[in-house]
């Protein structure tokens, strides 16, 4: 228990990475707002992006999953890979393309938002449409990682480990939320007042998630 939460304490070269990512990012918002002017609206929704991208982060750099086999491994993936497909199609990622009978909808563009939301890559095809925020889409693969990393630990323990990572919470958790702050954009009042802090539970939710998943604690 104590190696588990020791893996929380940043080295000094965690420590000396992090001081150069905060002062980038800093660079970033400065550079973004001279060009842009002033920022609007809720200033906490600026800074949400880069609690999910510097979490993220974190959790990638310490975690160093090890297969005993080539099977594991592949199992690992493939479990992995179905996670972030699952996570990038109900957190709106990626999704089937909006289209028009005879009429031709296909488009491409970069969104230059706000760092963290921007520069996103959106793209509507007859069979495709993707979104892709870049604290989305580190965040999700970071969750992808950290599933493929658990995989590993329960693979080589009881049978039971291995399909409780199924049933966890933790792995559940950014789904579940996903397909809440996704549907409360429906238009009555209450799905018009979740889907105003639909940000605040998803950030919460993601936080959480990497934590469990970082630390692993039921695992072996």
Known sequence: ????????????????????????????????????????GDLRYLFY???WINVALFAVWGTNPVAESDRD???????????????????GLFGPGHTIPGVSTSSVRI??????????????GDLLRLSLLP???????????LVY????????SVVAGLLGLFSCVSCTFPVVASVVTGVAGAGTGLAATV??????????????TVALLYWRPTIR
């Open 49 to 51: 992006p880069f609690v």
């Open 1 to 40: 228990m104590s190696t588990r939460i020791a893996r929380f304490r940043p080295e000094g070269e965690t420590l000396l990475w992090g001081a150069v990512l905060l002062n980038a990012e800093l660079l970033l918002f400065l550079l973004y707002f001279a060009v842009e002017g002033p920022p609007s």
């Open 149 to 156: 990393a658990t995989v590993l630990d329960a693979a080589g």
């Open 195 to 208: 889907a105003s802090g639909s940000y605040d539970i998803s950030t919460a939710v993601f936080v959480v």
């Open 73 to 91: 491994r592949v199992v690992g993936i493939v479990i992995a890979a179905g996670y972030f497909l699952v996570l990038g199609y109900v957190g």
């Open 111 to 124: 969104a230059w938002l706000p760092p963290g939301w921007g520069p996103a890559l959106l793209y509507n």
């Open 135 to 145: 604290f989305k889409l580190i965040g999700y693969l970071a969750l992808a990682y």
